[in-house]
């Protein structure tokens, strides 16, 4: 498959893929032209690639993944991020609630809104980015 066949194929642009493949995270097989070569399984790992990039894992840590054998996904790293995911998801629906109660508060000020306050204290816990607990526990 050339480049442009792959694009179309996955929906990604051919200057993503030709970043993936700088990156080495999938690899041409030749060229004809100009135009980069992929073997057909290259679909495959490209759909792996954007699910670990919709669950929120960086590049290198996909990268990790790919072995010369395929794929080597390591467990304790998915359970990790699931876990940061309902850390996250919690937040948000936190975040979510307060912002309703927000919109239809009855108190003159919402600084007089504990419940508001309460949004504001979570959202300076947030300010600064948090570490990346996935990283720690790959030490």
Do not use: W
């Not at 309460?118 to 948090?130: E, P, T, Y």
């Amino acid at each position: 498959m050339d480049i442009s066949e792959v694009a179309k194929a996955t929906g990604l642009p051919a200057s993503t893929l030709r970043f993936y493949e700088e990156k080495g995270l999938i690899q041409s097989t030749g060229r004809l032209g100009l135009r980069r070569l992929f073997s057909a399984n290259v679909i495959e790992r490209l759909a792996l690639i954007t699910l670990g990039r919709h669950a929120g894992f960086s590049l290198d840590e996909i990268g990790e993944m790919f072995t010369p054998e395929g794929p080597d996904i390591n467990r304790a790293l998915l359970l990790a991020k699931a876990d940061e995911l309902d850390r996250k998801i919690k937040e948000l629906t936190a975040m979510r609630d307060g912002l309703r109660h927000a919109a239809v508060c009855n108190a003159p000020n919402h600084f007089e809104c504990p419940k508001f306050l309460r949004l504001l204290r979570v959202a300076g816990k947030n300010r600064f980015r948090q570490p990346n607990k996935l990283k720690e526990n790959k030490s």
